[in-house]
């Protein structure tokens, strides 16, 4: 039977993508001014950052209902052996729900902690399904995940701080500065899993400049990496990263894809996430 993979809305695969490659997507649950909605079932990310713009407080996330969890692993059961792919546990409790609901369907069922977010997660998952579809067994698939996670990269150039000061993770003086001298703050995601700054720089080009220039730094074997290019309700501005990637490093295959709610509430609109 075909190892079925399971994932969460925090990879940012768009639902028909997922369908093509058969990957369950377990949504969490976004709250914005009183109204609960599913990530990329209620809400695209196109509408998301509509509502974010003129929403009274930041936007909440939270992880999946146990319900919800439960319902996607036992299907996924009902169709041959799973595995699941999830957002980082030093980010969200979906990773903890997950292992939960799994354990009390199956101990066979493997939960993979991606200790990173959006597109980091979706190529995990888009190659686990291409793997199962292969006919990997469950415990090949998770070792090449362990293998992709050891490696793997992901950068993130914010465009703005507004989200950070109003969530209360940066005092507003310190947003308020660094919007007047145009200040674009880089974070990565650490090998726990965790978000830290990175670098900081002056101007939206050299920040986007500079994410390359680590990205150069951290990796030096690029021919037979697939990548991926995520954006924050910046359409454009990540077409023009993705084609300064592939004239840069020459990857094997670069992904593109947009931020949903789930991490866009965090990186706020116009960030660029690259994961590598």
Same mark, same amino acid.
């Given at each position: 039977?075909?190892?079925q993979?399971? =994932?969460?809305?925090?990879?940012?695969?768009?639902?028909a993508?997922?369908?093509? /490659? $058969?990957?369950?997507?377990?949504?969490?649950?976004?709250?914005? &001014?009183?109204?609960?909605?599913? &990530?990329?079932?209620?809400?695209t990310?196109?509408?998301?950052?509509?509502?974010?713009?003129?929403?009274?407080?930041?936007?909440?996330?939270?992880?999946?209902?146990? /319900?919800?969890?439960?319902?996607?692993?036992r299907?996924?059961?009902?169709?041959?052996?799973?595995?699941?792919?999830?957002?980082?546990s030093?980010?969200?409790?979906?990773?903890?729900?997950?292992?939960?609901?799994? *354990?009390?369907?199956?101990?066979?069922?493997?939960?993979?902690?991606?200790?990173?977010?959006?597109?980091?997660?979706?190529?995990?998952?888009? *190659?686990?399904?291409?793997?199962?579809?292969? @006919?990997?067994?469950?415990?090949?698939?998770?070792?090449?995940?362990?293998?992709?996670?050891?490696?793997?990269? =992901?950068?993130?150039?914010?465009?703005?701080l507004?989200?950070?000061?109003?969530?209360?993770?940066?005092?507003?003086?310190?947003?308020?500065?660094?919007?007047? #001298?145009?200040?674009?703050?880089?974070? /990565?995601?650490?090998?726990? @899993?965790?978000?830290?700054?990175?670098?900081?720089?002056? @101007?939206?080009?050299?920040? #986007?400049?500079?994410?390359? &220039?680590?990205a150069?730094?951290?990796r030096?074997?690029?021919? &037979? *990496?697939?990548?991926?290019?995520?954006?924050?309700?910046?359409?454009?501005?990540?077409?023009?990263?993705?084609? *300064?990637?592939?004239?840069?490093?020459?990857?094997?295959?670069?992904?593109?894809?947009?931020? @949903?709610?789930?991490?866009?509430?965090?990186?706020?609109? $116009?960030?660029?996430?690259?994961?590598?």
């Amino acid at each position: 039977m075909t190892v079925q993979i399971v =994932t969460d809305s925090g990879a940012d695969i768009p639902p028909a993508l997922a369908a093509a /490659h $058969g990957i369950s997507v377990v949504p969490l649950q976004v709250l914005i &001014d009183g109204v609960s909605y599913r &990530d990329g079932v209620d809400l695209t990310p196109m509408m998301f950052y509509e509502k974010m713009r003129t929403a009274k407080k930041l936007p909440q996330t939270s992880q999946p209902t146990p /319900h919800d969890v439960e319902s996607a692993y036992r299907a996924a059961a009902e169709r041959g052996p799973v595995v699941g792919v999830h957002l980082s546990s030093a980010l969200s409790g979906t990773w903890e729900t997950a292992s939960m609901a799994a *354990r009390s369907i199956s101990e066979t069922i493997r939960v993979f902690d991606s200790r990173t977010g959006s597109a980091g997660i979706g190529l995990m998952a888009m *190659r686990a399904a291409e793997l199962a579809r292969g @006919g990997a067994t469950a415990a090949e698939i998770w070792a090449y995940l362990e293998a992709w996670r050891a490696e793997t990269h =992901t950068l993130v150039a914010l465009n703005t701080l507004e989200n950070a000061v109003r969530g209360g993770r940066v005092n507003p003086l310190a947003g308020m500065a660094a919007r007047l #001298l145009h200040v674009k703050p880089i974070v /990565h995601v650490t090998r726990a @899993g965790k978000v830290e700054p990175i670098d900081r720089v002056r @101007g939206r080009e050299r920040a #986007l400049e500079r994410t390359l &220039d680590l990205a150069g730094e951290l990796r030096k074997n690029w021919a &037979d *990496r697939r990548v991926a290019v995520a954006h924050g309700g910046a359409a454009e501005e990540a077409k023009a990263f993705a084609r *300064r990637v592939r004239e840069r490093f020459n990857p094997a295959e670069v992904w593109e894809t947009e931020i @949903g709610a789930t991490i866009g509430t965090y990186s706020a609109e $116009g960030a660029i996430l690259f994961s590598f």
